[in-house]
């Protein structure tokens, strides 16, 4: 079924208001029976938000359960590390694109993300979470790292060196300067590069079609029994 929703949302870039049951279904299978499905469950999800983010920005409930599924993702006890990578590309995806819509979920989101750091023991999951506190500061940084720094002391004081020094938390402002710098120019560039991997799959997918296409109309040659229709190499080869 996944399949169908990710190629219906994908090809047409948009998210028509009778696919928005789905999507809700899909949060309550999420919930109950297939926790374990996240993997296959992403891809639509990534469309979902990536083509329906105003829809989203305007429902509170949406935004709660896409929230739910990445603190579920990172607690619960029966998803393993690879279920874990796939909830931080969820969290990643509502950060980029749901930007100034969900203030509320950074509180939530940070300390999700720290505690699962403290659990986390593969390098991949532990990349991946620190990704989503970079994307937090770069949503909020003011926010972020108050948030870090009332959670975890002294987490803060890893990241970077270039926020208005109205925005440093009090606790953080003695020996400031060599904090945070580079990957705060790194983040800023996120936006762009999710949104031109978007635009790089729907260009392939797009040349993948015309290949079949093409092959299609070569196997038209056949007729509809395999053999050849004699009628029409006829006429092919007179040209």
Not at 87 to 97: D, Q
Request: aromatic share 8%; with cysteine; proline share 4%.
């Amino acid at each position: 079924m996944y399949d169908l929703v990710d190629t219906l949302t994908f090809r047409t870039r948009s998210v028509s208001p009778n696919m928005w049951p789905v999507f809700e279904l899909t949060y309550r299978l999420f919930k109950n029976d297939a926790v374990d499905f996240l993997e296959e469950m992403l891809p639509s999800l990534d469309n979902f938000i990536s083509y329906g983010a105003e829809t989203i920005k305007q429902r509170a409930d949406y935004k709660q359960m896409l929230l739910d599924i990445y603190t579920t993702s990172i607690t619960s006890d029966h998803l393993g590390e690879n279920d874990r990578i796939n909830g931080c590309k969820l969290a990643e995806l509502m950060l980029l694109n749901l930007r100034g819509h969900i203030d509320d979920a950074i509180q939530q989101i940070v300390t999700t993300t720290l505690d699962g750091m403290e659990a986390a023991a593969l390098a991949p999951l532990k990349l991946s979470l620190l990704e989503i506190i970079g994307n937090c500061v770069l949503y909020n940084p003011s926010a972020t790292l108050t948030i870090m720094e009332n959670t975890r002391p002294g987490t803060a004081r890893s990241l970077t060196n270039e926020l208005e020094p109205a925005m440093i938390p009090a606790s953080l402002r003695e020996g400031w300067p060599g904090l945070v710098a580079g990957a705060l120019k790194i983040f800023r560039g996120l936006p762009k590069a999710v949104a031109d991997r978007k635009a790089l799959e729907y260009s392939l997918a797009e040349d993948e079609d015309e290949d079949n296409l093409d092959g299609e109309k070569v196997l038209n040659l056949n007729g509809d029994d395999g053999r050849y229709n004699e009628s029409e190499v006829d006429v092919y080869f007179k040209f």
